[in-house]
């Protein structure tokens, strides 16, 4: 199995960017898709961005092209770089993992981080 930590979340200004970080450990954290979730208070957790290989990926429409989903397999690592972040970006965020790509709903995944805060001020 796999173990995530999330870390890199914080306060910031609208407009500005900020780098999400998850750790992974695992052997086989090389074959497994890796995705981003958030969940804003009261709200349900929703899909962000998912890295299901090295040439497909897949983005919420809310954060397409300002959200990249990357991954260095040698410090066993999963980012979420945010771009041009708005106060509607406000959520914890949760990296997500799975042996096998299933679906883009959180039922769909396995492994889950304990999540980290994302708050964007006007």
């Known amino acids: 199995q796999v173990q995530l930590v999330e870390s890199g979340g914080g306060l910031v200004q609208a407009g500005g960017s900020l780098r999400l970080s998850c750790a992974a450990s695992g052997r086989t954290f090389s074959t497994y898709v890796m995705g981003w979730f958030r969940q804003a208070?009261?709200?349900?957790?929703?899909?962000?961005?998912?890295?299901?290989?090295?040439?497909?990926?897949?983005?919420?429409?809310?954060?397409?092209?300002?959200?990249?989903?990357?991954?260095?397999?040698?410090?066993n690592t999963v980012?979420?770089?945010m771009n041009s972040?708005?106060?509607?970006?406000?959520?914890?965020?949760?990296?997500?993992?799975?042996?096998?790509?299933?679906?883009?709903?959180?039922?769909?995944?396995?492994?889950?981080?304990?999540?980290?805060q994302v708050t964007v001020s006007s």
């Not at 106060?87 to 959180?106: F, I, K, S």
């Open 85 to 116: 972040l708005n106060p509607e970006d406000t959520a914890v965020y949760y990296c997500a993992a799975n042996q096998y790509y299933r679906g883009r709903q959180t039922t769909d995944w396995t492994y889950w981080g304990q999540g980290t």
């Open 79 to 81: 980012y979420l770089q």
């Open 41 to 75: 208070p009261g709200k349900e957790r929703e899909f962000v961005a998912i890295s299901r290989s090295a040439i497909t990926t897949y983005y919420a429409d809310s954060v397409k092209g300002r959200f990249i989903i990357s991954r260095d397999s040698a410090k």
